[in-house]
């Protein structure tokens, strides 16, 4: 098990710029595949972006191709989503997630953080 807690949410403007953290407990979160996901009111959770315990693979959703990159360092057990040209179709509660394998299906994940608001105002 890890635990996950996100952070760096918060009101922006479209077309504006953010970056959410995910820290992680525990001395294995090098052996987790993570992801980020979102919800948006009214919505089913949606997959944004994986990334491979090594870094060296990754995914996006079409949604967020070339706008958001997901990036970790294992030293300090956080995974990241810098998040640029943003929408206010991306206003949702953003999620991290921990699990094995490397899938854009939420239920491919076993651990969850309680999630960071993110709104994008036109």
């Known amino acids: 098990q890890v635990q996950l807690v996100e952070s760096g949410g918060g009101l922006v403007q479209a077309g504006g710029s953010l970056r959410l953290s995910c820290a992680a407990s525990?001395?294995?979160?090098?052996?987790?595949?993570m992801g980020w996901f979102r919800q948006a009111p009214g919505k089913d959770r949606e997959f944004v972006a994986f990334i491979s315990r090594g870094a060296g693979i990754t995914s996006y959703a079409d949604s967020v191709k070339g706008r958001f990159t997901i990036s970790r360092d294992n030293a300090k057990n956080t995974v990241y989503l810098q998040m640029s040209s943003l929408k206010p179709e991306d206003t949702a509660v953003y999620y991290c997630a921990a699990g094995s394998i490397m899938r854009r299906d939420p239920a491919a994940y076993d651990n969850w953080g309680q999630g960071t608001q993110v709104t994008v105002s036109s």
């Open positions: 525990g001395r294995t979160f090098s052996s987790y595949v």
